[in-house]
């Protein structure tokens, strides 16, 4: 990346197709490329962020039913059959069409000899939300608010139900007595903080583990592919799997951190020697309040960057960001969306889900 900041994308985003939509690029505003001071620590706000260009009213972009994917749409871009790998070189943004294709919520027949007739939906226009998206460095992307409310609610009731049962939520500790300021529960296979080893059985009441859901491996394998299609629209790369591989996921710990909830700044390297050495991602789901994130390339708090998490926001890291420093100094209060505690009932504080491959 050039000057080593984060580049931030604000494009829309929907909540019916859970995927980005792109109509044409007058959607996607230039790049803003922020420099980075690795002796301080920056503070990277949502809201701060101001888009170059006049914001696209919302109007514009009602009736997406036959709207493209920015998955569909993007394509590796060629250059003079070169291979770039993990140099990020923002695309420029010049030369933007003019032109749109906005398909609206009224089909008009334009038959020739036939009079124009205006056909009525009876179906409400689709609202969208604005995300923003962000690379917050090579292989580290971030998905704002990515999964809808209504995905978010399936996650919580279906972590509830598999919590309560056998293999679910408990607070690990240490022999010394020691517990950490969260509740855990691991899909696929058990790991113990205290070993820092994956087992086939719970360390309390000796259960397998349970399986990953179908559909929570499905929405990981789909933010992936969106944030390769992010890299590829935005930056050169001669193979985007060079700088975020894919992967399957096979294990899914999940933790619940109460308002006072905290982890301090460490690494996930506990997987095999071939998942680390070919950087195959962390996908991290948060659901319920928000957090504020802390990630750099030393265990020091003070030269960390910081990101706030918000409910339905993903975040991947990999590549040459897979042994990133991370950690949750604390939650924000009473930042949950009331709709998803409402039908949840979720307790205040934050659920978080992260995926990774053995």
């Not at 990020?88 to 038959?111: A, L, Q, W």
């Not at 690379?135 to 608010?145: A, D, N, W």
């Not at 679910?168 to 058990?190: E, I, Q, S, T, V």
């Not at 859901?213 to 935005?234: G, M, S, T, Y």
Request: proline share 6%; net charge positive.
């Amino acid at each position: 990346m050039l000057g080593g900041g984060a580049v931030e994308f604000s494009g829309a985003l929907s909540l019916n197709d859970k995927q980005f939509q792109s109509g044409d690029e007058n959607e996607f505003p230039p790049l803003t490329l922020k420099g980075r001071n690795s002796n301080n620590r920056r503070t990277r706000s949502d809201s701060g962020f101001e888009p170059r260009h006049k914001a696209v009213d919302s109007s514009e972009h009602k009736g997406i039913a036959n709207s493209l994917s920015l998955q569909d749409k993007c394509s590796l871009p060629s250059h003079f059959g070169k291979k770039v790998v993990n140099i990020y070189v923002p695309k420029s943004v010049s030369g933007e069409s003019k032109s749109k294709d906005v398909v609206g919520t009224k089909n008009t027949d334009f038959s020739e000899g036939l009079p124009k007739v205006e056909r009525f939906d009876i179906c409400l226009p689709t609202r969208r939300a604005f995300g923003i998206q962000k690379v917050l460095r090579p292989g580290m992307v971030l998905l704002k608010r990515y999964i809808s409310l209504c995905e978010q609610i399936n996650i919580v009731k279906t972590c509830q139900t598999l919590g309560v049962g056998p293999g679910g939520f408990y607070r690990p500790g240490y022999k010394d007595g020691a517990k950490l300021r969260l509740h855990m529960m691991c899909l696929g296979l058990n790991w113990d903080p205290q070993t820092r080893k994956y087992d086939k059985r719970h360390p309390i009441d000796d259960c397998e583990p349970p399986n990953i859901p179908c559909e929570f491996c499905l929405l990981v394998r789909r933010a992936i592919q969106d944030a390769h299609c992010l890299i590829k629209k935005n930056y050169i790369v001669g193979n985007v799997e060079d700088v975020l591989p894919s992967m399957s996921p096979d294990i899914c710990i999940i933790n619940f951190y109460t308002t006072n909830g905290r982890l301090g700044l460490h690494q996930d390297r506990d997987e095999s020697r071939e998942s680390l050495h070919k950087g195959l991602p962390v996908v991290s789901f948060s659901i319920g309040n928000s957090a504020e994130f802390l990630y750099g390339d030393q265990r020091d708090e003070d030269k960390a960057e910081k990101v706030v998490l918000d409910s339905g926001d993903v975040l991947i890291f990999g590549g040459e960001s897979r042994m990133v420093f991370h950690g949750v100094p604390s939650i924000i209060p009473n930042t949950a969306p009331q709709a998803l505690l409402a039908e949840t009932g979720l307790r205040r504080g934050r659920l978080n889900l992260t995926f990774r491959q053995l």
